[in-house]
């Protein structure tokens, strides 16, 4: 069956520090693998995403991910984090016709 | 449209009453998509539409849940006699094709509408 798990429920960093959120999946064929973020009281807005080919991918907003196959994960990545950065964190996989989604890791960010 | 439309954006319904949530998705797209999240709480699949069939119904909580959709544009969402534990957001989302060929297929999410049941 097709599953996504994100760790860390809620994790704290400061200003200006790095920042990695986990995700695994579980999926048996080649995934298609997102990652969303959702400031409060809004909907969910696209980082970047995941096909094929190079396993490092940039998106919006300074962060990136990297997909290993071998460990089926896609950690979130962004080397210096700013206060706006605040928000829930969804990572997301598609297996052709349904997204499956984690359960989201809340970031909160401290002076 | 330029992006995925919900409306209302709130509504606050007394426990009983009949709901309806409307979705517009981007124009084109033949996917629709409905999640509920409740609050604090990650997103949990309703029910999802290709064209206006709806091949997985799996994640609608109760027979008091029913969607359609028009076509390939317009969704509603109906939930009957609310109940309190009915009150979430109602996110919905729609992406350009389905398949496991659809590189490059990704879900665009609406603003949500606000349920709240008193």
Same mark, same amino acid.
């Given at each position: 069956?097709?599953?996504?798990? !994100? ?12 920042l990695e959120l986990r995700c *695994? ?7 298609? &693998? ?9 909907? +969910?807005?696209? +980082?970047?995403?995941?096909?094929? $080919?190079?396993? +490092?991918? !940039? ?6 991910a990297e997909f290993k196959r071998?460990?089926?994960?896609? *950690? ?19 297996? $052709? *016709?349904? =997204? ?12 | ?17 009949? #709901? ?7 124009? $084109? ?9 409740? +609050?604090?709480?990650?997103?949990? =699949? &309703?029910?999802? =539409? ?23 544009? #317009?969704?509603? &969402?109906?939930? !009957? ?7 979430? #957001?109602?996110l919905c989302a729609s992406s350009?094709? #389905? $398949?496991? *060929? ?17």
């Open positions: 069956a097709q599953s996504v798990t !994100q760790p860390d429920i809620h994790i704290t960093v400061s200003e200006g520090a790095s *695994n999946y579980s999926y048996g064929a080649t995934p298609y &693998l997102f990652w969303y973020v959702q400031s409060p009281g809004q909907g +969910l807005q696209l +980082l970047l995403k995941y096909f094929s $080919g190079d396993t +490092l991918v !940039q998106g919006i907003k300074g962060f990136e071998s460990q089926s994960s896609f *950690n979130l990545r962004k080397p210096s984090v700013h206060w706006s950065d605040a928000a829930e964190y969804f990572c997301a996989v598609y297996t $052709g *016709n349904q =997204f499956y989604f984690g359960t989201g890791t809340s970031l909160t960010v401290i002076p | 449209g330029a992006g995925v439309s919900q409306s209302p954006s709130n509504k606050v319904t007394e426990k009983g009453k009949d #709901v309806e949530l409307r979705c517009d998705p981007i124009s $084109g797209h033949t996917a629709l998509y409905w999640y509920r999240q409740r +609050l604090g709480q990650g997103l949990e =699949f &309703l029910i999802y =539409f290709q064209g206006n069939s709806a091949p997985d119904k799996s994640g609608l909580p109760s027979d008091r849940f029913s969607a359609e959709r028009t076509g390939e544009s #317009v969704s509603t &969402l109906t939930i !009957q006699r609310t109940q309190q534990e009915d009150s979430a #957001v109602y350009p094709r #389905v $398949g496991r *060929n659809s590189a490059g297929n990704t879900i665009y999410f609406g603003e949500g509408s606000w349920l709240t049941v008193v």
